[in-house]
Every structure is written in C-alpha cells, then in structure tokens.
C-alpha cells in the first residue's frame, strides 16, 4: 500500500516538474528503492539516505554515498548518513544557546542527542564506511555543534556527495561564514518558517 501511495506521488509530482528526491525516510530506503523501481517505478531518481541503522547493511553490501544502488537502472543512488543534533523547535527540543521563554530544569536550552565527542565518533565510523553525513540541526547550539563536528571530519576528497546539515533552522551569526569554509551545503526547508511562525512574539515578525 506504501509503495502504491508513493508511486502516485512521484508520478503527481513529475508531472509538475520535480524529476527527483532526496529520501530521508528512517531505516530501509535502499531495499524500499530497489523494489520500487523493480516495480515499475520511473518518475523519480531518488537519494536514498542511511541512518546509524543501517551502517551494518551498508557495511556488509559495500553501499557508499554517491554510488548507484543496485539493480535500480540508475534510478537511485546512495545519499547521506543522517545524524540528529537535537529535535524541533515547537516541541522546545531543538538545541539553542539561549533558554527557551519561562523554561526551566535541566532541558531549558533544549535537548541535545549526542555529546560532543559521541557526535564526532559516529560522524567517524560513517566516513570510514564511504558515507558522508548530513547533520540535523536546528537550535543555534545544534548548529554550532555540528559544524564543529565537520572540522574535525575528514571527508576523502573523491567523495561523490558534500557534506551537508539538515535544516540549519537558527544560525549564530559567527557561525555563517563557517559554512563556506568548511563546504557544507545548508538544505534548508522554508516551510518551517511557517510551521514555527506561532513560536514568534508579535514584536518578532516583520511588519
């Protein structure tokens, strides 16, 4: 039933121009992506993304960021390993420098999924498997952290994807021009900016 409900899709959303997609489903989209298009699906070429959960699978099958997916015609190739710095902002989990407005207790910055070190270790083991990540973030401490993450990282340089952050929602200003220098590539949704316009005081949007 998924897979139908994913085939309307992509063929809605050819038909309107959108000739690919980046898949950040959790868990299992290279197998999903080979079915799919054995199926019969033709409307996408797809970016297939791999989670910690998978680093076994990729390990074992030799997948690597970049690479085509097997049996996909060349469809579909492997995208990034996603790792999370924090959550989101209308659940108050995404990871800021400053307390959120009358919080309090151990989470009233946020709630950071890894430790410094921890982040750096995991962004490792998927770099050494030929898998370039993609870091999650939204709060300004989460950004802060995974651009540290990415200069301590190094990414071969026949890499066939760049390393890229997840939404990159609250950026401290000393952190923008780290971008550029470190390459990262910001994939950016503006549809947040709606999705969190109800966080924002009056006094906060523009006139």
């Known amino acids: 039933t998924l897979d139908r409900w994913v085939a309307d899709a992509a063929r809605t959303a050819a038909g309107r121009g959108v000739t690919g997609i980046v898949d950040l489903d959790m868990g299992g989209n290279v197998d999903a992506w080979q ?28 997948l690597r960021s970049g690479e085509l997916v097997p049996q996909t ?11 999370f710095t924090d959550g989101a902002l209308n659940s108050r989990t995404a990871w800021c420098a400053d307390p959120y407005p009358g919080a309090t207790g151990a989470h009233d910055h946020g709630l950071p999924s890894y430790a410094d070190g921890e982040l750096l270790e995991a962004a490792r083991e998927a770099v ?31 890499a066939l994807l760049p390393p890229r952050m997840e939404h990159a929602q609250l950026v401290a200003d000393a952190d923008l021009p780290r971008f550029g220098r470190l390459g990262i590539h910001a994939s950016v949704q503006p549809e947040h900016a709606m999705d969190d316009l109800g966080l924002l005081d009056d006094d906060d949007l523009p006139p």
């Not at 910690?52 to 390990?59: E, K």
């Not at 015609?73 to 790792?83: E, I, M, P, Q």
């Not at 993609?134 to 200069?151: C, K, M, N, P």
């Open 128 to 158: 050494a498997a030929g898998l370039v990540p993609t870091i999650h973030a939204i709060g300004d401490r989460a950004v802060t952290q995974a651009l540290d993450v990415f200069t301590e990282l190094v990414i071969p340089r026949g």
């Open 73 to 83: 015609g060349g469809l579909a190739t492997v995208g990034w390993f996603k790792l």
């Open 35 to 62: 079915r799919r298009i054995r199926g019969g699906l033709r409307s996408w070429r797809v970016r297939a993304c791999l989670y910690p959960v998978d680093l076994g699978l990729a390990r074992r099958r030799g």
